[in-house]
């Protein structure tokens, strides 16, 4: 079975504070999502990455920067936390390339970020 | 933009009834689109994953059907039980995967 962890369950972080959030797969999945995700918003895409060294932005990449130095991890760095930026972060991995029909994503737990 | 609109928002129904859930999407030009479970509080478990050119999967209790030209999926969960209480997405892959906002279903025994 896939895999997907993240270093987090709860945080709670002071307004201006550097954080990170850590993801590992163990399944050698190519591509890595961060979301975030808020009641009556839905899911939506913050970064995304489909190698090693390499990042795409998702629809609201503002406030957050990544990092991919290994396959298996992808780091979601916000750089000065704000209360807007309270909300529930979902990792998610998938394996083939982009296009592909069979790219099934494979979520972690999930980390309940609060910024006081 | 890809749009996708599960309707209605919240669903209660008593134990053993069979019941529908509805996603709907803008755009048909999809590789896929992928049913998932999310219990409060957790991640997402991914339930089915339908390829564009097949008309519906199943697993277990659970069917989903695809009909790309129109923009519709539909997950039928049969003799439902109190454990399948849970909030239900539907996810479409396209350039990216774009999320409906889910259907929280509550069970009664």
């Known amino acids: 079975d896939v895999k997907v962890t993240q270093s987090s369950r709860y945080l709670v972080k002071r307004t201006g504070e550097k954080v990170f959030l850590e993801c590992v797969q163990d399944?050698?999945?190519?591509?890595m999502f961060w979301y975030r995700q808020d009641p009556g918003l839905g899911l939506r895409l913050i970064y995304f990455?489909?190698?090693?060294?390499?990042?795409e932005k998702g629809d609201i990449p503002e406030g957050y920067s990544v990092s991919r130095e290994k396959k298996e991890r992808f780091s979601l760095i916000l750089e000065s936390a704000s209360t807007n930026q309270t909300s529930m972060y979902l990792c998610?991995?998938?394996?083939?390339?982009?296009?592909?029909?069979?790219?099934?994503?494979?979520f972690g737990p999930g980390t309940r970020l609060t910024v006081l | 933009k890809q749009e996708v609109t599960q309707i209605p928002a919240a669903l209660s129904v008593p134990e053993g009834e069979n019941l529908v859930l509805n996603c709907s999407f803008t755009?048909?030009?999809?590789?896929?689109l992928q049913w998932f479970r999310q219990d409060p509080g957790k991640g997402l478990t991914s339930l089915l994953l339908?390829?564009?050119?097949?008309r519906e999967q199943t697993s277990g209790r659970l069917n989903a059907s695809l009909d790309k030209s129109s923009g519709r999926s539909t997950l039928y969960i049969a003799a439902s039980q109190p454990g399948d209480s849970a909030t239900y997405l539907c996810?479409?892959?396209?350039?990216?995967?774009?999320f409906g906002t889910g259907t929280s279903l509550t069970v009664i025994p």
């Open positions: 998610a991995s998938s394996l083939y390339p982009s296009g592909s029909p069979y790219n099934e994503q494979f």
């Open positions: 399944m050698d999945h190519e591509n």
């Open positions: 990455s489909y190698d090693v060294k390499m990042k």
């Open positions: 755009d048909s030009a999809i590789y896929n």
């Open positions: 339908i390829q564009s050119s097949q």
């Open positions: 996810a479409v892959y396209g350039n990216q995967f774009y």
